[in-house]
């Protein structure tokens, strides 16, 4: 167990709804990653907050949306789903995410599996 | 813009032979290189890493070697065994951090 909480497991939807999923990072993690992982795919980097700011973005659809909460909690919003957006979503967490050598291991949550039908 | 090559995409090995997975990183900024094994449905876990200070480390049957001045690191699974199977994950984190580059990952799959 990383420490790193994701809800829900599981999500199916039908295409055009929109759908938030919920991650909380591990005790004292300042900084929050979102990935995508399709099937037999490698871990597409979405978005990364940092203390309550964006602080990168990778391939993030206009459609999907980010943000993360005082209680460094973070949500992903997926809107206007299509099929192809089915995969699993996973989020990590990582202490700092600033300059040096302090560690930046990402910690994964244990990630939300999204079908959309 | 940034990038980081993951050779093999599959790997198949005997039990108890080595497997090497060879990354390339084109960020000269980066720092700090983790490995990550994820089992089919799982999350990716850390199983090693490896910052730019040191050329090698080295975990009972893993092992990490880095060269900046090439810009390639490698994990070398000594013995390997069938639960070894999976896909594994090299990364490269800059100065800053601020976004980690996964490679595209190696499906290793170890015959008993």
């Known amino acids: 167990d990383s420490g790193v909480t994701q809800t829900p497991k599981h999500l199916i939807t039908a295409t055009g709804q929109r759908v938030t999923l919920r991650c909380s990072p591990r005790?004292?993690?300042?900084?929050v990653y979102w990935y995508q992982q399709s099937l037999d795919q490698g871990l597409q980097f979405l978005i990364q907050?940092?203390?309550?700011?964006?602080?990168a973005k990778g391939n993030i659809l206009e459609r999907f949306s980010a943000q993360q909460f005082p209680d460094l909690h973070s949500e992903l919003n997926l809107s206007s789903l299509e099929l192809g957006d089915s995969a699993l979503y996973f989020c990590?967490?990582?202490?700092?995410?600033?300059?040096?050598?302090?560690?930046?291991?990402?910690?994964f949550g244990p990630g939300t599996r999204l079908t959309v039908l | 813009g940034e990038n980081v090559e993951q050779h093999p995409s599959t790997l198949s090995v005997q039990e108890g032979d080595s497997a090497v997975i060879k990354c390339t990183y084109s960020?000269?900024?980066?720092?700090?290189f983790p490995w990550y094994k994820q089992e089919l449905g799982k999350r990716p876990q850390l199983i090693i890493d490896?910052?730019?200070?040191?050329g090698e480390k080295k975990d009972q049957r893993i092992a990490v070697t880095l060269n900046k001045t090439a810009k390639h690191f490698s994990l070398h699974i000594t013995e390997t065994q069938p639960e070894d199977s999976a896909v594994y994950f090299c990364?490269?984190?800059?100065?800053?951090?601020?976004?980690?580059?996964f490679g595209a990952g190696t499906r290793l799959f170890v015959k008993a």
């Open positions: 005790s004292g993690d300042l900084s």
């Open positions: 960020d000269s900024a980066s720092n700090y």
């Open positions: 990364a490269a984190s800059p100065i800053g951090g601020f976004k980690t580059i």
């Open positions: 490896i910052r730019s200070n040191v």
């Open positions: 990590a967490s990582s202490v700092a995410g600033t300059s040096g050598f302090l560690t930046d291991t990402q910690y």
């Open positions: 907050y940092y203390n309550g700011e964006e602080r």
